[in-house]
């Protein structure tokens, strides 16, 4: 094999895995090996990834949230607290692993490994390059849908096999929550859906390369229906229901500990990671930056696009208040519903008037994301207000400082800004 030859080229880790497959080829190896061969150092890359991955960003995320909060961060072990993250790992696989006395052990054992696969499956559809997917399906998009549903069963098996009453209520809780955000999931991808044409992630990702633009300036609704419902599959503040610690202990996982916690806890961060990666192909155009990625891996583009993007939900963390589950409820289906169905049906009208029209996609596209940023903003709007966001009973007024408390005030109420 000549050194010159395309494996060494680092823009896409396929080239090298494709001279290897070549390889065996050529030594008379039986169709099957080169299939398993390629799947299995798929298999193995996406592993060792997502695990180097977490290790790295529990440690980012503790020192970023710590400086938004004023504080420092881990700091102890290692330099600059760096090996915290495999010191609490080691923690969690010393811990004696505790089954409570009346827990159901089949289910109570086996809904961690539930919970943590589908996150793992999710990346095999992820276009990470060129030609670096581990199953490029003609249904990527469904495929998505139907592997993330599979979380609500492994959270009511977690939740009831506890035999723990504060565990069931943090279940069925999430599962109210999963099944609602579900849906605008669901609406917000047939957007992207419909304006492509295809359900298969790389010719999504294709497509915005090809017309030089992002779904992201196409589909504003659509990136921030996903966005909020992705803070809820991930169970990431403010939308961290289940593990409302001041009303139910720690959730659906109050009766885990050692590993089995370990196997929530990361299957939490890959859900990050997997929400990242979805946004990042779906509406920021994968691993292509109008051209760059002739120069620079495909791979580092949508690597550092996806962490930027997991980097808003570690900021939304830091930031805000983590909201009721009354209120995270009414947004989903008086707020977020109506206006995913708008959004669906203003895509089916565009696509449409583009077909029939016979419009060039210098002068559709930008009227469409013009059109639809403007839509946008008015119907968040004024859906907002025709909530009743701006009565006087719902407009927050400025906490009641402490030297305040105790104070008589005649004849009007405690001062406002």
Known sequence: MRLDAAWYDLRDIGNAVGAL?????????????????????????ILLWTVLSVLA???????VVGLMQNRIGPNRVGPAGLLQPVADALKLLMKEAITTRNADKTLFWLAPIVVFIPTMVV???????????????????????????????????????????????????????????????????LGAVL?????????????QDDYGVWLLFLQPLGVMGYVIA??????????DIAEAESEIVAGYHTEYGGIKFGFFYQA???????????????????????????????????????????FIYIWSRGTLPRLRVDQLMAFAWKF????????????GGEVLLWQEQDLSSGEALPLFGAVN???????????????????PEKVAHRAILTQELGAIFYGDIAPRP
Request: aromatic share 14%; net charge neutral.
């Open 21 to 45: 497959l070549e390889q065996i080829r050529e030594w008379g190896a039986p169709d099957w090996v080169p299939y398993v061969t390629s799947s299995v150092i798929a298999i193995v890359g």
């Open 57 to 63: 960003f529990i440690w980012i995320e503790r020192r």
């Open 123 to 189: 990346f095999a559809v992820i276009p990470f390059g060129e030609k670096m997917v581990l199953a490029d399906l003609n249904v990527g998009v469904l495929f998505l849908i139907a592997i993330g549903s599979i979380n609500t069963i492994a959270v009511f098996m977690a939740g009831w096999s506890s035999n723990n009453k504060y565990a069931l209520l943090g279940a069925m809780r999430t599962i109210a929550m999963l099944i609602s955000y579900e849906i605008i999931q669901v609406l917000v991808l």
């Open 195 to 207: 304006f492509v044409g295809s359900m298969r992630l790389g010719d999504i990702v294709a497509w």
């Open 230 to 239: 992705g803070a809820v599959e991930m169970n990431r503040s403010p939308m």
């Open 268 to 310: 939490e961060y890959l859900a990050g990671f997997a929400i990242a990666a979805v946004i990042v192909s779906l509406y920021m155009g994968g691993w292509t930056l109008w051209g760059l990625e002739e120069w620079v891996p495909g791979w580092l583009i949508f690597l550092a696009k996806m962490y930027g993007v997991f």
């Open 336 to 347: 977020l519903l109506p206006l995913a169905l708008l959004n669906v049906l203003v895509v």
């Open 373 to 391: 940023f403007g839509l946008a903003v008015a119907l968040v709007i004024g859906w907002a207000l025709a909530l009743g966001h701006r009565r």
